[in-house]
């Protein structure tokens, strides 16, 4: 396996916003400036309407110091920070946003109000194991397929495997995480061998469970 690019890497925070600001002593306009001015987002909120935690109060294409900030939105239960090296150094982020936020700001932050914190980890890579390290039923499916579609489109086609998905049952979760998932990646010829893959886990937890995975096809 071979890391190609690592696409979002995002890390969640559960604290609500009304907590973090309890008494609405920090006007949000003067917040909007602050964190405009400290993390350099090109894009802020500016109308009503765009400042609804419900739908998520969104700021885009930031920087801090030589780390890149795609996006940091608040919830009404929750903030998000999405990062473009690794899920920890979106955490890192997120975690200086608050810190300096209660330092400059008076947010009631504690670092005791930080006690879940949830993942996304997406990136594409190259492997040159997949598919053909496939179990034999998956492979003898694929010639069966390739030859029917031969036989009724006159077209010779082969198909083979091109994603793998592990989920849980998404009903015993309120707020449900994603599935582990590799797939062919959009736009690419098969031959490049290249693959997305998504997971509700650290970057690092991600990329370690890819490789092993080819290790055990290989």
Not at 151 to 159: A, T, W
Request: charged share 30%; hydrophobic share 40%; aromatic share 12%.
């Amino acid at each position: 396996m071979r890391l190609a690019s690592v696409l979002i890497a995002r890390a969640m925070v559960w604290i609500e916003a009304t907590d973090l600001n309890p008494r609405g002593i920090p006007f949000y306009p003067n917040i909007v400036k602050a964190l405009a001015s400290r993390y350099n987002f090109l894009k802020v909120p500016e109308k009503l309407e765009e400042f609804d935690a419900s739908k998520g109060i969104t700021f885009s294409e930031g920087r801090l110091g030589e780390a890149a900030i795609d996006q940091l939105v608040i919830y009404t239960y929750g903030i998000v920070l999405d990062a473009r090296k690794s899920t920890d150094d979106a955490k890192r982020l997120l975690e200086d946003v608050l810190d300096w936020g209660t330092k400059e700001l008076g947010l009631a932050f504690k670092a005791e109000m930080a006690k879940r914190w949830q993942y996304t980890s997406h990136l594409t890579f190259y492997s040159e194991v997949m598919p053909s390290k496939f179990p034999t039923p998956f492979m003898e499916l694929s010639e069966k397929v390739s030859s029917a579609v031969r036989d009724v489109m006159k077209e010779d086609l082969k198909y083979e495997p091109v994603s793998i998905m592990v989920d849980y049952d998404q009903l015993t979760r309120k707020h449900p995480l994603g599935p582990f998932s590799i797939q062919r990646r959009d736009n690419t010829p098969f031959s490049e061998g290249k693959y997305f893959s998504t997971a509700p886990l650290p970057t690092g937890v991600h990329i370690k469970l890819l490789e092993d995975f080819e290790k055990s096809l290989a």
